[in-house]
């Protein structure tokens, strides 16, 4: 069974910190373009960061480039986002996903999982 579950949401204030963390089965992270979408109320989905399979480069949304990291753990199949300066508008239920290529992350995702909620809030 394939699947990805995501792990590590929660409520923070401004400024504060989470680190999200993904584990996955049933496939090999090494095969796809791996990352990160949010989604928030009423909104379209989003991505915030996806490592391309094609060459291993590395994209950030503008709007967390320079707070938030990605990192990897092939060997044990698991992916991690660290989140810093959070801001309101960071609000949202955040994915991880596989996809054949970046842009599919979050228009046709292979694999992606139940969501985790992060609600940055004073």
């Known amino acids: 069974q394939e699947q990805m579950v995501e792990s590590g949401g929660g409520l923070v204030q401004p400024g504060g910190s989470l680190r999200l963390s993904c584990a996955g089965s049933?496939?090999?992270?090494?095969?796809?373009?791996i990352g990160w979408f949010r989604q928030a109320p009423g909104k379209q989905r989003e991505a915030v960061v996806c490592i391309s399979s094609a060459d291993r480069l590395t994209y950030y949304e503008d709007s967390v480039k320079g707070r938030f990291s990605i990192w990897v753990d092939a060997a044990k199949n698991s992916l991690g986002l660290r989140m810093q300066d959070l801001k309101p508008e960071d609000t949202a239920v955040y994915y991880c996903?596989?996809?054949?290529?970046?842009?599919?992350?979050?228009?046709?995702?292979?694999?992606w999982g139940q969501g985790t909620q992060v609600t940055v809030s004073a």
């Open positions: 996903a596989a996809a054949l290529s970046c842009p599919r992350l979050t228009a046709d995702p292979t694999y």
């Open positions: 049933g496939f090999r992270f090494d095969d796809y373009s």
